[in-house]
Structures are given as C-alpha cells and as structure tokens.
C-alpha cells in the first residue's frame, strides 16, 4: 500500500509533467504582490466565491482600493458596519455576502487582528485557520485564498485546480491531497506556489475565453 506521502508525490509529478508539457516554465512570469489592505483583502475574500473575478469581483476590489484607502484596519471596518454601510462599501446587495463580510470583520476583531499584518500571523496558525472556518460560507478554500492575498505561499483549490486535476485523470479530490499534491508540483517546478496558482487561474481563464470565442 502507498503512504500517504508518496502518493502527494507521485500525483505531484505528474502535475508539474503536464504543467511544463502545458508551458509553465516558458510562459512570461507574473509575480503576485501581497495586498496590505484589509478591507480589500477582505471583500476580495468574500466575493470571489461564484462570481466572474475579472468583470464582477476585480472592479470592487479596486474600487475599495481608490475609494476607502483609511478602510485597512479592523476598527475602520466596525465603523462601516456600525454606520450600515457595508453593502456600500462592498458595492453588493445580496444579504448572504454582506453577512459573511460583517462575521468575518467580527470575527477578526475577537482575536485581535487589527491590520494584514496580524492576519498574515494568524493564517499560520493552525488553530486560527480552523477556527475561521466555523464561519458560515467559509471553507479551506478561501483561507487558503486569503492567504494567498497577504503573501503566504499556498494553492487555493479552486474548480481550476480540480479541472487541471481532472484533465490528468486524478482519481482524488480531496481538498486538502489536491492542495498538497499542487504545492509539491510547485515545488517540483521550482516555482514559488502563489505563482503556480496564478498561472493555473490565467492558464484556466484563457482557455474559457477561447471557448467562448469558438461558441459565439
């Protein structure tokens, strides 16, 4: 029977295999900068899930960027919520989301976070990590996610990473094997796992471009 790190790495090879077949080591590279904003952080975190990034979630992003620069600390975000702005400054509606951003600021504020920071430090603690995620609609994911934003090395599982998965017949889908067997092929790769993750996402991005293209 194969342990369980010997099967990280064998599907970790075959990962950084097709990677290099698919040309990640000849693609122009795109370093991700770490975001010192927390209510971009933040927002991004939540919006993400099932939206479109580029046309849905990026402008909002930006957005909070240009419009709230004070808005990078936990006690300014209490402030929005305090004031029943969030959905303003979120620039979204939908209860479920502006929920999740409020529990999380709430959250944050409990254990002392006050700026990226201090969540950079908390993201790499187990115990933090595992208590966010009593949040509702928050899942290893998007902790994985977040801590991509603030410059933490890791791969975020998202149905990229599972599609790629897919495509090279891993019989496996567990979120955290997927996530250890990407990082591994990163390493395998030599390339830092933020920008391993990035490249899948372009990688991902383009080709649905040139469906839609083909479909239209």
């Not at 209510?39 to 240009?66: C, M």
């Not at 919520?81 to 989301?97: C, M, P, S, V, Y």
């Not at 990590?129 to 998202?158: E, F, H, R, W």
């Not at 395998?188 to 391993?196: A, K, T, Y």
């Amino acid at each position: 029977m194969t342990s369980p790190a010997i099967e990280v790495l064998l599907v970790a090879r075959r990962i950084a295999n097709h990677a290099k077949h698919e040309g990640v080591l000849l693609d122009e590279k795109q370093p991700r900068f770490a975001c010192d904003h927390l209510g971009a952080v933040l927002a991004d975190s939540v919006l993400q899930a099932g939206l479109n990034y580029k046309t849905v979630v990026r402008p909002r992003v930006l957005d909070i960027l240009r419009t709230h620069p004070r808005c990078h600390t936990i006690s300014s975000l209490t402030s929005i919520i305090q004031d029943r702005e969030t959905g303003a400054f979120l620039n979204w509606r939908h209860h479920e989301k502006v929920s999740r951003f409020e529990a999380l600021v709430i959250f944050l504020q409990r254990w002392g976070i006050e700026d990226v920071q201090d969540l950079r430090t908390g993201l790499a603690s187990d115990e933090f990590c595992n208590a966010i995620q009593t949040i509702s609609g928050i899942g290893p994911k998007t902790v994985d996610y977040m801590a991509c934003l603030v410059g933490i090395d890791s791969i975020a599982v998202d149905r990229h990473v599972r599609a790629f998965a897919k495509a090279i017949d891993v019989e496996r889908d567990d979120y955290y094997f997927l996530r250890a067997s990407f990082c591994c092929a990163a390493d395998l790769l030599s390339l830092p796992r933020r920008e391993f993750d990035g490249w899948l996402w372009r990688r991902a991005t383009a080709r649905t471009q040139v469906q839609l293209a083909f479909a239209v």
